[in-house]
């Protein structure tokens, strides 16, 4: 049995999930989850897919060895829509100049392919750690973080975990989190040749902008965290009216709200509101809140000088990353949801941010080899002894 890498058999597995497409939309992980399935039985694994709509399957694998603490890896199995601009088949794994070329070949089926090739050395290797070793492979990250939330829902008992998202395997300790309200403005629609007798929603909606701006540079952008930044909120959509000579009675406007950790996502809902109310205090806007929009959810951090934060620090030096970190994530990740059942995590993953969701994604074959053995040794220093 295996207690080092075997990068062929890696390749040969990523190539496997890079031919599956798990678009998101629509997911559609059934086939993904199936062989994963297949290669964690063979490994000793006891596996679980846990369906939540149809098609739509997180993978649940459980290895016990003994007392001691639940310990998790945990990634996605969706990609982004694979888009135009390919150089080659994005559904046909492609190796070059040390890069494996697909789409998911760094967000996130090869952290995917590393996490199973770590819990093949782990489950080799029992005399080194006690505990539980999970693997929680989870549909739709992409879009909304359905599966994932879908699984902490049942707060199942987690003490720590590795999220894999693509960092140069760098150490990613905080994310921040989004929040998407759908406000809409109401005027009177009116004929356009006589805007007097209505009211134009457009204009109104303009008017409420002024103060999202306002409120942006005045307060929200002053909150900040030393790995993600600052907070923002801006306004990324907007749609107004319905026929080319009727003054708009309604004005729909997107709100992105970045929080950033510390902030609380009610509180913010809370802010929003209020904006609305100045907004028709000062110019007599009707807005309402009509929706929020999915997003992955909300801020989080876990503490520099917890276990596994120092634990993914040694791993990812003495496996060859420049700078370790730790770092932060300007987006968000599944670290949310894991951390909201009580997990301590990290996010670590080969491959650069930089090139997910764009034609030609590739991951590093230096990076994707030395990703399992980053993964092992981090899951060993958090179950060894039991510890």
Not at 29 to 53: C, D, N, W
Not at 262 to 278: P, S, T, Y
Request: glycine share 10%.
């Amino acid at each position: 049995m295996p207690l080092s890498p075997d990068a062929a058999r890696m390749k040969r597995e990523l190539a496997s999930l890079v031919a599956i497409d798990t678009q998101n939309p629509p997911g559609n992980e059934a086939r993904a989850a199936q062989f994963l399935r297949g290669l964690l039985t063979t490994e000793g694994f006891e596996v679980a897919l846990q369906e939540y709509k149809p098609a739509r399957i997180n993978v649940i694998a459980r290895l016990e060895n003994g007392a001691g603490p639940v310990f998790a890896f945990n990634t996605h199995i969706d990609v982004v829509p694979v888009g135009d601009g390919w150089s080659s088949d994005p559904f046909a794994l492609k190796e070059a100049d040390g890069r494996l070329y697909g789409r998911g070949a760094c967000d996130c089926k090869g952290p995917l392919a590393a996490m199973l090739e770590a819990m093949r050395m782990l489950a080799a290797d029992r005399a080194a750690w006690s505990g539980t070793l999970l693997g929680v492979f989870v549909a739709d990250e992409e879009i909304a973080s359905e599966g994932a939330k879908f699984y902490a829902a049942s707060a199942p008992k987690i003490d720590a975990a590795v999220i894999g998202e693509p960092t140069s395997n760098a150490i990613f300790t905080a994310h921040k989190g989004s929040l998407r309200p759908l406000v809409r403005v109401h005027g009177v629609s009116a004929h356009s040749g006589t805007p007097h007798l209505g009211e134009n929603a457009i204009y109104r909606a303009g008017e409420l902008l002024g103060l999202v701006a306002e409120h942006h540079e005045g307060v929200v952008r002053h909150r900040t965290h030393p790995l993600v930044g600052a907070a923002s909120l801006t306004v990324t959509r907007m749609n107004g009216g319905h026929a080319d000579n009727v003054l708009p009675g309604a004005c729909d406007l997107l709100l992105d709200r970045r929080m950033v950790p510390g902030e609380d996502e009610e509180a913010v809902k809370r802010e929003i509101g209020d904006l609305l109310a100045l907004a028709r205090e000062r110019f007599g806007v009707r807005a309402e809140i009509i929706g929020y929009n999915a997003t992955t959810g909300g801020a989080t951090e876990t503490a520099l000088d917890t276990p596994i934060v120092q634990a993914s620090l040694a791993a990812s030096r003495a496996h060859g990353a420049a700078k370790p970190g730790p770092f932060g994530f300007q987006g968000g990740c599944d670290l949310v949801h894991f951390r909201s059942i009580g997990a301590q995590g990290t996010v670590i993953g080969p491959g650069d941010l930089a090139v997910a969701h764009k034609p030609d994604e590739f991951v590093p074959v230096d990076e994707f080899v030395a990703a399992s053995l980053i993964y092992r040794d981090v899951a060993k220093a958090m179950l060894q002894n039991g510890a």
